[in-house]
């Protein structure tokens, strides 16, 4: 019996692990050991997003077009003075075009996401709600790049499986992405599709919130059903459905992938949003000041729109 004790014994910690683990004690009690784990995020930051940032700002301030042969020239406010002077109508067309875009994309998708959403809140005893689930999520997996691609082959006029339905049932043929006011619905629709799960998710994370207690309080007091979702459920998930929307408004500003390889903007302006336009500017026309100052004034928008989102969310807050 003592030899079994002996050879279950526990083996002493060698020296070396002993001092290992006394410089990491002290290490962790360190004031400077926060700092040291959030070292290299910030040089990750620094180096992929504020030196971008301050490059793009000061390259707005000058005349630079690589393919003319000349050197940059400091020109100020000229390449802002330009937008709203010699290009006003294309510019505002194209804010314009990008507006009427987030309010297309992401109303539709908020108002079905939450229609979804509480259809598969309430059928928990559905058979095969799982599986139906994982397959309405997977749109989200997809790049829109190859999703765009996909996509205009099935709109394609004469190659597209659509008009080969459309045929089939009307005898004729559109082509969704080269006829004007078909176009924009028709791109818009493909978003939809990929992101109307999306609000599907933060619909159920929203109702997720709610306290089981007061659910089962509104049925004993025998609310009705748009009751219960103004009185208990609203309170509780709105802001997290606010957060969806600020995330899906923020991502469809910015939308370029999946209308650039759609349309390329066409046809003719149709679809060319701001960030098509920026494109075009820095890689068509090479224009590289100018359309800094248009990545800037995209910027300086998306932060205002953000800000008036956070501000509604708090002012709700502070008033709850």
Request: net charge positive; charged share 15%; aromatic share 14%.
């Amino acid at each position: 019996m003592a030899e079994i004790e002996t050879q279950l014994a526990i083996k002493p910690t060698p020296p070396f692990v002993q001092q290992l683990a006394k410089k990491l004690r002290r290490l962790e009690s360190s004031r400077y050991f926060p700092w040291a784990l959030l070292t290299p995020v910030l040089l990750f930051f620094l180096i992929w997003n504020i030196i971008p940032l301050l490059w793009l700002l000061g390259l707005s301030f000058y005349n630079y077009q690589p393919l003319m042969g000349r050197p940059a020239s400091f020109v100020g406010l000229g390449n802002y003075s330009d937008m709203f002077t010699l290009e006003p109508i294309g510019v505002w067309s194209a804010f314009g075009r990008t507006f009427v875009w987030m309010l297309m994309t992401v109303g539709v998708e908020t108002v079905f996401g939450v229609l979804l959403g509480l259809l598969f809140w309430r059928s928990t005893a559905l058979r095969g709600r799982r599986l139906a689930l994982a397959l309405m999520f997977t749109p989200m997996l997809a790049a829109p790049v190859s999703v765009g691609a996909f996509m205009a082959l099935i709109y394609h006029p004469t190659l597209g499986v659509s008009n080969y339905v459309l045929q089939q049932i009307i005898g004729t043929k559109i082509d969704f992405l080269g006829t004007p006011g078909l176009a924009m619905p028709a791109v818009a629709a493909v978003d939809w599709w990929m992101w109307t799960p999306f609000m599907m998710l933060i619909t159920l994370a929203a109702l997720g919130s709610v306290p089981k207690a007061e659910l089962e309080a509104a049925e004993v007091d025998r609310l009705s059903w748009w009751q219960r979702m103004r009185h208990v459920v609203l309170p509780h998930g709105k802001y997290i459905l606010m957060l969806g929307i600020i995330l899906r408004t923020i991502d469809s500003y910015k939308t370029t992938d999946l209308v650039f390889q759609m349309t390329y903007g066409g046809p003719g302006n149709e679809t060319e949003l701001a960030s098509i336009m920026l494109w075009r500017k820095a890689f068509d026309s090479m224009n590289m000041g100018w359309s800094s100052s248009l990545a800037v004034l995209l910027l300086l928008t998306a932060i205002a729109f953000t800000s008036v989102y956070l501000y509604i969310l708090n002012l709700g807050r502070q008033g709850r």
